[in-house]
């Protein structure tokens, strides 16, 4: 039996998700090629228009944070992945503004997360 791996470590890395929204940011009339660069929809108004992004754990939420975005405002999807917790809601800066302000309430008082403020550009 050889030994040549004697003294070496060995790293085992896990995600342990917590229970929480790291990332609640709205971009503020985004550059059109923004959208373009994120595969949304290029039809949108965009002299209107906000783009809202997410990052939620356990991943699986994003679910029900995209149900929660849809209910409170009149926003459109443009990408939810239960596999990366990553949500993009576009829409009026008014209406992405109101649809992640609910999803922050929602998820912190009725799911017990830690939740951040929601960030502006």
């Known amino acids: 039996m050889s030994r040549e791996y004697e003294g070496t470590s060995r790293i085992v890395q896990e995600l342990v ?37 997410l990052t939620i754990s356990p991943a699986e ?4 944070a995209a149900d929660v975005a849809m209910k409170a405002a009149g926003i459109e999807i443009g990408f939810v992945d239960r ?3 990553t949500l993009i809601v576009t829409g009026t800066i008014s209406e992405v503004e109101a649809s992640i302000s609910a999803v922050l309430a929602y998820v912190e008082t009725k799911m017990n997360f830690q939740v951040c403020e929601i960030t502006r550009t």
């Open 83 to 85: 596999f990366s917790g």
């Open 17 to 53: 998700p917590g229970k929480e929204i790291t990332i609640a940011h709205l971009i503020a009339s985004p550059d059109p090629e923004l959208y373009r660069k994120l595969g949304l929809d290029p039809r949108i108004d965009h002299s209107k228009s906000a783009i809202g992004v």
């Open 61 to 64: 939420t994003a679910i029900i």
